[in-house]
């Protein structure tokens, strides 16, 4: 197996399982925060995209699908263009509100640019540094492997939110 196969595959279990969860929920649904405080399934699925759209438009050098194809706009949240969700306040979490097909309209066309992205990997690809802000400075395979990790995080946790409704 090729390492873009490897990736192509764990990627595309997030859009799967993305689709999964938001499939029959309405708006009540995704906008409800279990224990009135955790994150709603709408901010999990929203923040998935974003953190995914972000880093790998960086490491690819591309412009962010949310900004290019005006998703910012159609989703209309009274945040910063360029915010991802960290460090949200209660408050922000609850300003984060659309419905499935928009949240999966998003995901998709995330999904798709980094599919684009990761088809024309080699191997050697993987050691190019993408961010020296770090010590050791970052690599594509590290930011690719970091990003897989908290968008498969917190996709688990928005279909268990969707279990406890």
């Known amino acids: 197996m090729k390492t873009s196969e490897l990736l192509l595959d764990a990627f595309g279990r997030i859009r799967e399982t993305v689709e999964a969860t938001l499939e029959g929920l309405d708006g ?9 405080t955790g994150n709603s399934i709408a901010w999990l699925i929203w923040h998935l995209g974003r ?4 880093q790998v438009a960086d490491a690819a050098g591309l412009e962010q ?6 998703f910012v706009k159609r989703f209309g949240l009274p945040l910063p263009e360029r915010d991802t969700g960290y460090g949200h306040s209660s408050e922000q979490v609850d300003a984060v509100q659309a419905e499935a097909e928009l949240l999966l309209e998003y995901y ?18 993987l ?39």
Do not use: M, N
């Open 51 to 54: 953190v995914e759209d972000a």
């Open 127 to 165: 050691d190019r540094i993408v961010d020296r802000r770090w010590d050791p400075p970052v690599t594509l395979g590290v930011r690719l492997v970091s990003t897989l990790a908290d968008c498969l995080q917190h996709v688990g946790q928005a279909a268990y939110a969707k279990g406890l409704r």
């Open 108 to 125: 998709d066309a995330v999904h798709r640019q980094t599919k684009d992205f990761l088809e024309g990997l080699g191997d050697g690809d």
């Open 65 to 70: 699908v949310w900004t290019g194809q005006g």
């Open 28 to 36: 009540a649904s995704l906008a409800r925060r279990p224990a009135g």
